[in-house]
């Protein structure tokens, strides 16, 4: 990410404490952190999670505790021109707590305050830094309280850049605004309780366990504000470590991964199984006695058995007439002798002679 793009991203945190060996041992027990020594100033204690370093922890200033400042994790949010937006801020009202200094090798940085009095870093890197890592051990999310979040929400976005992304009514305590830029939520406002302090950032440090987070950091002499509870996207713990400074602690929620596309050997190792199984269950069957197929087999139903023809009648003769049976007995006898007629016809022929 170039040092222009860094705009109103949050880059890095500090630890501003009295005891910072102390504080260094408690965050390790808690978030896990590995702490050494910064090269660059030893009295400087780097806090490094598994994808890289990600905050600092030194002694409160002398001139922090002459004004009264109280120990406390300062926010550093990212600006391609420092000068100009310390000239930005406090032409909205914001304050400068300290001025502009150089880290050798590393860029410049300035501490403000904005018109509500809640206290933030700015911070110019001499060279371009990756967009920061989303992680165990990586700060996730920013939480601003404010007696007027829309002033203030106001004030970042001119400085920053950072627009309204999301409105959620809370009730009684009031809207709970999300802000980001580029598409990206960067953290959220919300009216400060009543009792508490002036208006503050916290930051929010992601845990594998809030659970386990929590009462290892009781365990060490810290003191839980609110939690373990659950929020939107996971669920999380407000605390105060041993010096009496404010951070929090994070866990995603959990959900189920979708399962990952096959890749073409995962394919045809699936297709291989298939068909072994295909093959495996036709060897089974292969085995099987023919005797006990028939036994569980269902039975075929039999042919329906077919009717016996039916016995075709003789057909009849017509009768003939009986004149035509004379006719034909004449034509029969015409040509006859005499002698073979029938005496009964022979003597009714002489007597009508």
């Known amino acids: 990410m170039s040092s222009t793009g860094i705009r109103g991203v949050f880059v890095w945190n500090e630890l501003m404490t009295t005891d910072p060996e102390g504080a260094a041992a408690f965050y390790r027990a808690v978030v896990g952190w590995e702490t050494r020594p910064w090269g660059h100033h030893v009295a400087y204690t780097l806090c490094v999670a598994p994808a890289g370093p990600v905050a600092g922890i030194m002694a409160l200033p002398e001139d922090a505790r002459a004004m009264g400042a109280p120990p406390a994790w300062l926010s550093y949010v990212g600006t391609p021109d420092l000068d100009a937006t310390i000239a930005h801020a406090t032409g909205l009202g914001g304050r400068v707590l300290k001025g502009v200094t150089v880290i050798e090798g590393a860029g410049r940085y300035a501490v403000l305050a904005d018109p509500q009095g809640a206290s933030f870093g700015i911070y110019t ?5 990756p967009q920061p890592a989303v992680g165990a051990g990586q700060f996730v999310w920013y939480e601003l309280t404010s ?7 106001g004030f970042y976005r001119a400085l920053f850049g950072w627009e309204e992304m999301q409105r959620m009514d809370m009730g009684a305590a009031g809207p709970y605004v999300l802000f980001g830029s580029g598409g990206m939520q960067r ?4 009216r400060r309780p009543p009792g508490q302090g002036g208006a503050n950032w916290l930051a929010y440090v992601q845990v594998p366990s809030v659970e386990s987070a929590t009462a290892a950091a009781v365990a060490a002499g810290a003191r839980v504000l609110h939690g373990p509870a659950d929020v939107p996207g996971g669920r999380i713990t407000m605390m105060l470590d041993p010096q009496g400074v404010a951070f929090a602690v994070h866990a ?10 096959a890749t073409p050997k995962a394919k045809a190792k699936a297709k291989a199984k298939v068909k072994a199984k295909a093959k495996a269950k036709a060897k089974a069957r292969a085995r099987v006695k023919p005797a006990a197929r028939r036994k569980g087999a269902a039975r075929r139903p039999s042919a329906p058995k077919r009717k016996p023809a039916a016995r075709k009648r003789p057909v009849a003769k017509p009768r003939t007439s009986a004149k035509r049976t004379v006719q034909s007995r004449r034509k029969t006898t015409a040509g006859r ?4 007629r029938p005496a009964r016809r022979r003597a009714a022929a002489r007597k009508h002679r």
């Open 147 to 153: 007696d007027d979040i829309d002033a203030s929400l």
């Open 187 to 190: 953290g959220g406002l919300y």
């Open 252 to 261: 995603p929620a959990k959900s189920a991964a979708r399962p990952a596309a």
């Open 337 to 340: 002798p005499a002698s073979r």
């Open 125 to 129: 890197p001499v060279q371009s830094s």
